[in-house]
């Protein structure tokens, strides 16, 4: 671990405070957004063969339109509006799609629309997120000290997204008793991060304590 004076000198830096916690909200919605794909696409699929099926046509469209992005957006709109816009359009895209699927709800016979808004808004986070939200995120470690830079990642890795993967998580659970949401609709890369990550967070800790403990 860097000597970056642990995480709690991290969280003194207000411009760290703010990475962490966009680091934070990102990791969030990309867990409730593929939640809500999961457990709607499983709901109205007839059987695991139309699901499968259906994954994976999504899966290759999205990422299709991913490489498309990266070779003929990304760059174009990142030199054009800048850093800022950039980390702005995910989370936009996102609230937008959201609130249409709110007031598509409202409707009446509202399945169909809301189950394409819900598959759109998944679509949304798979097209946009590496060409366009990843390195605009990794541009705002450059600011910092190589050695600040450096611990600042490591944190975000170990610490920050191990938290929210688990505050997801939970709210997951909590969703699944009233609802009757099952395992299998949860991201299984979620229920990985639940079971192993914890460790991850204690032993960046440990880490910090023993250099504390060194400089004494």
């Keep these: 671990v860097p000597d970056s004076g642990g995480v709690k000198a991290l969280l003194a830096r207000p411009y760290l405070r703010q990475l962490f916690a966009l680091a934070l909200c990102g990791v969030l919605a ?12 499983r709901a109205r699929a007839a059987d695991v063969a139309t699901f499968a099926a259906f994954f994976g046509l999504f899966s290759g469209l999205t990422q299709g339109l ?52 819900v598959v759109s808004n998944q679509g949304l986070y798979k097209v946009l997120k590496h060409p366009v939200d990843n390195p605009c995120f990794k541009v705002l470690y ?58 991850r967070i204690q032993a960046f800790l440990d880490a910090g304590n023993c250099d504390r403990a060194n400089k004494a």
């Design 142 to 199: 450059q600011p910092l000290p190589r050695r600040d830079r450096l611990g600042a990642q490591v944190a975000v890795g170990t610490v920050i997204t191990p938290l929210a993967t688990g505050a997801a998580g939970l709210v997951m659970l909590g969703c699944g008793s009233s609802e009757d949401v099952t395992g299998a609709d949860i991201d299984p890369q979620t229920a990985s991060d639940l079971t192993g990550q914890l460790d």
């Design 66 to 117: 991913s490489l498309l992005t990266r070779l003929f957006v990304s760059g174009p709109l990142l030199t054009r509006f800048g850093i800022r816009t950039g980390l702005l359009v995910l989370p936009l895209a996102h609230l937008l799609c959201t609130a249409a699927i709110r007031a598509a709800g409202l409707l009446p016979e509202a399945g169909s629309r809301v189950f394409w808004l």
């Design 30 to 41: 990309k867990h409730f957004v593929d939640f809500a794909f999961l457990a709607t696409t």
